[in-house]
């Protein structure tokens, strides 16, 4: 009677490794749909930080055309010559600064753009890596328990072949 209870406990013990394996590919999946998603959020972001930065471009440029032409209307109202040297060169540098500041602004939101799809790139990848591992374990709990269950399986038929010859000893030759 021992013998079948042991077998018994032996099925249960496989049929619990089969069960664990279960919920690690369940768990797996679930990572992989919170990887998904936080890519997802990422990507979002990172569009929304290069729209952010490209709008702040425009903002500057328009910031530059009405500064220029403040700064021409005040020359010309204060009886500067527009054609002289100095003062076309001084719009030049003034030109140049606002797009050197434009575009560090696009380069900027570029890089940002750039690192927050990586970002999401890595996540995918780990996604998929929960959900892989998560199918291994569910596959190498399975081959355990079966084998568990096989073996209490083989027990189960022992205890029962011995208690019906009623010496429990299944080995024929001693």
Known sequence: MLGLALAGLAILEGVSVVL?????????????????????????LARQKLEQAK???????????MYRAANIA????SGVSLSGSSYVDILADMAY????????????GMA??????????LL????AFAKAQGRV????????GMGKMALGGLKAYHAGAGSKTGT???DSSG
């Open 168 to 170: 429990g000893d299944t």
């Open 74 to 77: 005040r020359a010309a109202k």
């Open 137 to 144: 374990a569910a596959r190498s709990a399975l081959a355990i």
């Open 55 to 65: 709008f702040e471009a425009e903002r500057q440029a328009r910031q530059q055309r």
């Open 97 to 108: 600064q606002f797009h050197l500041d434009r575009n560090l602004l696009l380069g900027q």
């Open 20 to 44: 664990q394996g279960q919920a690690a590919k369940r768990q797996g999946k679930a990572e992989h749909k919170a990887a998904v998603f936080n890519a997802k959020q990422q990507e979002a």
């Open 112 to 121: 940002d753009y750039t690192s927050l799809m990586n970002q999401a790139s």
């Open 124 to 127: 995918r990848a780990e996604g």
